[in-house]
């Protein structure tokens, strides 16, 4: 039983900081990447961010890059993504999932688990 469960989202001001978690159970990460996504009303889920398992590479959105960083700790089995200088188009519900394979780490398709999300909301 694999499960993820996201926690760090909430309401912040523009210009704002949030840190999300992500936990996993039920598994072991194994060489596994991860990854966050991010969805806002009537839009489809976009890549935000992902971290390789072995050489801690990272990837970004143009979006957010400069302004997010993702993290893991694989002893703990768990995923995190700061969040600084938040704008309002940052507002969406934030997903951390896991990866399969060797497919590109910017798609959905690739990943195999989802958590239930956890809202962020950035006010002006």
């Known amino acids: 039983q694999v499960q993820l469960v996201e926690s760090g989202g909430g309401l912040v001001q523009a210009g704002g900081s949030l840190r999300l978690s992500c936990a996993a159970s039920g598994r072991t990460f194994g060489s596994n990447g991860m990854g966050w996504f991010r969805q806002a009303p009537g839009k489809e889920r976009e890549f935000v961010a992902a971290?390789?398992?072995?050489?801690?590479?990272?990837y970004y959105a143009n979006s957010v890059k400069g302004r997010f960083t993702i993290s893991r700790d694989n002893a703990k089995n768990a995923v995190y993504l700061q969040m600084n200088s938040l704008k309002p188009d940052d507002t969406a519900v934030y997903y951390c999932g896991i990866r399969y394979g060797s497919g590109s780490y910017y798609y959905t398709s690739n990943y195999a688990y989802w958590g239930q999300g956890t809202q962020v909301t950035v006010s002006s």
């Open positions: 971290i390789s398992w072995s050489a801690s590479m990272t």
